[in-house]
């Protein structure tokens, strides 16, 4: 029994020193400036890391941190602190400066090491700069790593890339103003398109870096506001559709209740058409919840042409039959016509009586 809990207390101790000696390094400070944004070709960049770490003591295993960046004319200020005693300083140059486990290691207590870093963004090389990369290696292997990259701006892609963004702010407003003639409601649309338009704007006078954010800003709204006319339109053409249908239906109702034209043929086609483009409606609506405003407007235009089609032979027909005559269409207004009318006949007839009964007193 005793042996067992040797050996377990043996294990345990191993795993230990596995777990402390696999804590290469943690980076307690990560500080650049410029703190965020783009960086631009031939801006200066400086960096600092503090790094708290644990080296290897018991072996000489050619342990080393070694770092890396990017930036052009990089030069490092390395400086060691036990127990924030400064204790080694030491100053290097170049994208791959290598701190070995001589200049590393001072045996027990809180080591860290302060990592200062100044260089300048390269004119060439594409989108991003690697600011710093650490790796932490032992025997060649690494142990752990750490690094941090930053968008770079090129002027004359930014340059290119207002021009290009211009260009469809430009096709947008022609597209809201063609939207606007046609009764479209075009509020939302335009409030893009003006958040848009000063976001350019700003971007025009701006450096390269601030010009890239604002043309990402005008970007995202352009794109917002061709969604919202996209929407507006489809809804204009939906709600088109709907109103011919319920003018046919209108019709209908003056065939089927005040002329009792409910089977006749030509009634029934136009009823025909008339749930024909009540599919397509109905279709059209469903895409336009559905945020599919391509599909509805076609929809929607299959739907407008059969209620169109409906309503032409509607208002034919009725200007064929004309009003007629039914009781159901007497309405207030032609009653009152007709009681003066069956007044005026009383009293002509009264007064002929009259007339008539005092001649015959005179006479008689």
């Known amino acids: 029994m005793k042996t067992n809990i040797t050996r377990w207390f043996i294990l345990l101790l191993a795993l230990v020193c596995v777990v402390q000696a696999a804590s290469a390094f943690t980076v307690k400070t ?14 200066q960049v400086n960096a600092r890391y503090v790094l708290t770490y644990d080296m290897d003591n018991r072996n000489l295993n050619d342990e080393t941190l070694e770092f890396s960046t990017g930036l052009q004319n990089a030069v490092w200020d390395f400086t060691v602190y036990r127990d924030g005693v400064a204790i080694y300083t030491t100053k290097k140059t170049g994208f791959y400066p290598v701190l070995t486990e001589f200049e590393l290691s001072y045996g027990d207590g809180n080591i860290e090491l302060d990592a200062q870093l100044r260089g300048t963004v390269p004119s060439t090389g594409g989108t991003k700069v690697l600011i710093a990369k650490i790796d932490h290696m032992r025997d060649k292997d690494v142990r752990d790593t750490h690094s941090w990259n930053r968008d770079v701006v090129d002027s004359a892609q930014v340059a290119g890339s207002l021009s290009a963004q211009q260009q469809r702010l430009k096709d947008l407003k022609a597209d809201i103003d063609e939207k606007s003639s046609q009764g479209v409601d075009v509020a939302a649309a335009q409030n893009k398109y003006n958040a848009a338009s000063q976001a350019l704007t700003s971007a025009a006078s701006a450096g390269p870096s601030q010009a890239a954010s604002y043309i990402s800003t005008a970007t995202k709204a352009i794109d917002e506001s061709k969604t919202l006319l996209d929407k507006a339109w489809a809804e204009k053409m939906v709600a088109d559709a709907g109103a011919t249908i319920e003018s046919v239906d209108e019709l209908i109702t003056y065939f089927v209740e005040n002329r009792s034209m ?13 749930e024909s483009a009540t599919q397509f409606y109905s279709q059209a609506q469903d895409n336009l919840n559905a945020k599919n405003y391509s599909l509805a407007r076609s929809k929607a235009t299959d739907s407008q042409n059969k209620a169109d ?3 032409k032979d509607a208002t034919d027909l009725r200007e064929r039959i004309g009003d007629g005559f039914s009781l159901n269409g007497l309405n207030g207004g032609l009653l009152l016509y007709i009681g003066i009318g069956v007044l005026i006949v009383l009293i002509v007839v009264g007064v002929f009586l009259y007339r008539k009964k005092t001649g015959w007193d005179e006479l008689g």
């Open 30 to 43: 990560e500080t650049i400036n410029p703190a965020s944004g783009a960086l631009e070709s031939g801006q």
């Open 262 to 274: 409910g089977s006749d043929p030509q009634v029934v086609a136009i009823m025909t058409k008339r």
């Open 309 to 311: 089609d409906a309503l």
